[in-house]
């Protein structure tokens, strides 16, 4: 598995040359665009297998709409979260506010776009706004089996000092009455749970947890329901790669879940966790280099869901 992995690395790293690192957030710019790494935890043996840079750190950007949104399902049920964010692919940007004003009566079209995951973020609950980041992290924490886990406070102000779209996004969910509670402490939360910094094993370790229906494999404990599991798999299946999720699905077919960090997260169910990290990324925002890692990955492996 680890000469597969690094003939994988080898073969599609020239990809990286055709991306560029995110520029919107400033200091996403320093990630060098030449990095590339997988990491796959096997449910089968209950190892682990990696190859390049696969213990950097980077910000995990939109993979945190992975936990808001099963977070918030464990706080809430799905009704009550569905209730608030609808499950349909968009079309539409990351980023963008069409959909909201002309394309849907209030809810965000899904939880994997910048609109659902701050619903869903204003969804979590705790005492306080401390509380609720804390909350996120301890849950990174234990499906990562990794308690060095933080935020990278450079990110973390450069997110909010750029945030303007995300702003009007959640004022104008505001005055339609989809979202409640103070707008710029759900902001600042969001802000947050997107500057934290996990690597490619991190991100391996998270998909092995939902991919085994959220019984932690390394120590065998039910921690996520086999319910909120299947649902979240198949929101990244259709939702998770931006606007790209269809063509994902066909040349790769597994969930997954990306983020303008270089991060990709992937579950394919009962068999691996997968997590990839390439910050050169290509016009949807997604790791040019990672995708076409694992579409090679998938078509070597038979992985696809379909």
Same mark, same amino acid.
């Given at each position: 598995?680890?000469?597969?992995?690094?003939?994988?690395?080898?073969?599609?790293?020239?990809?990286?040359?055709?991306?560029?690192?995110?520029?919107?957030?400033?200091?996403?710019?320093?990630?060098?665009?030449?990095?590339?790494?997988?990491?796959?935890? !096997?449910?089968?043996?209950?190892?682990?297998?990696?190859?390049?840079?696969?213990?950097?750190?980077?910000?995990?950007?939109?993979?945190?709409?992975?936990?808001?949104?099963?977070?918030?399902?464990?706080?809430?049920?799905? !009704?009550?979260?569905?209730?608030?964010?609808?499950?349909?692919?968009?079309?539409?940007?990351?980023?963008?506010?069409?959909?909201?004003?002309?394309?849907?009566?209030?809810?965000?079209?899904?939880?994997?776009?910048?609109?659902?995951?701050?619903?869903?973020?204003?969804?979590?609950?705790?005492?306080?706004?401390? !509380?609720?980041?804390?909350?996120?992290?301890?849950?990174?924490?234990?499906?990562?089996?990794?308690?060095?886990?933080?935020?990278?406070?450079?990110?973390?102000?450069?997110?909010?000092?750029?945030?303007?779209?995300?702003?009007?996004?959640?004022?104008?969910?505001?005055?339609?009455?989809?979202?409640?509670?103070?707008?710029?402490?759900?902001?600042?939360?969001?802000?947050?749970?997107?500057?934290?910094?996990?690597?490619?094993?991190?991100?391996?370790?998270?998909?092995?947890?939902?991919?085994?229906?959220?019984?932690?494999?390394?120590?065998?404990?039910?921690?996520?329901?086999?319910?909120?599991?299947?649902?979240?798999?198949?929101?990244?299946?259709?939702?998770?790669?931006?606007?790209?999720?269809?063509?994902?699905?066909?040349?790769?077919?597994?969930?997954?879940?990306?983020?303008?960090?270089?991060?990709?997260?992937?579950?394919?169910?009962?068999?691996?966790?997968?997590?990839?990290?390439?910050?050169?990324?290509?016009?949807?925002?997604?790791?040019?280099?990672?995708?076409?890692?694992?579409?090679?990955?998938?078509?070597?492996?038979?992985?696809?869901?379909?």
């Amino acid at each position: 598995m680890i000469d597969l992995l690094n003939k994988l690395i080898k073969d599609n790293k020239h990809y990286s040359y055709k991306g560029k690192a995110a520029s919107y957030i400033p200091a996403l710019k320093e990630a060098n665009p030449n990095d590339l790494a997988i990491a796959l935890y !096997d449910l089968n043996s209950n190892k682990e297998y990696y190859a390049g840079e696969c213990d950097k750190k980077f910000t995990i950007q939109s993979i945190s709409k992975v936990v808001t949104l099963i977070i918030a399902l464990m706080d809430n049920g799905k !009704d009550q979260v569905f209730k608030k964010v609808n499950v349909e692919p968009t079309g539409m940007g990351f980023n963008s506010i069409v959909n909201l004003e002309v394309r849907d009566s209030v809810r965000p079209y899904n939880p994997m776009i910048n609109a659902g995951a701050i619903v869903t973020t204003s969804l979590i609950k705790g005492k306080n706004e401390q !509380d609720k980041l804390e909350r996120v992290l301890e849950f990174i924490k234990k499906v990562t089996n990794n308690n060095d886990i933080y935020l990278n406070q450079r990110v973390y102000a450069s997110e909010k000092e750029t945030g303007d779209r995300n702003r009007s996004i959640a004022y104008f969910m505001k005055s339609t009455g989809i979202l409640s509670g103070d707008v710029e402490k759900i902001l600042d939360l969001y802000f947050k749970h997107c500057s934290i910094e996990l690597s490619a094993r991190d991100l391996a370790r998270f998909g092995a947890v939902i991919a085994n229906d959220g019984i932690i494999p390394w120590s065998k404990e039910r921690f996520l329901s086999r319910e909120i599991c299947r649902i979240v798999k198949t929101i990244m299946v259709t939702c998770g790669m931006y606007d790209a999720s269809g063509e994902f699905a066909v040349n790769v077919g597994i969930p997954a879940k990306s983020g303008v960090g270089g991060g990709i997260l992937g579950a394919v169910p009962k068999k691996y966790g997968i997590g990839v990290y390439g910050p050169a990324l290509d016009e949807k925002g997604n790791s040019i280099a990672g995708i076409n890692i694992l579409k090679d990955l998938a078509k070597t492996l038979d992985l696809s869901i379909f």
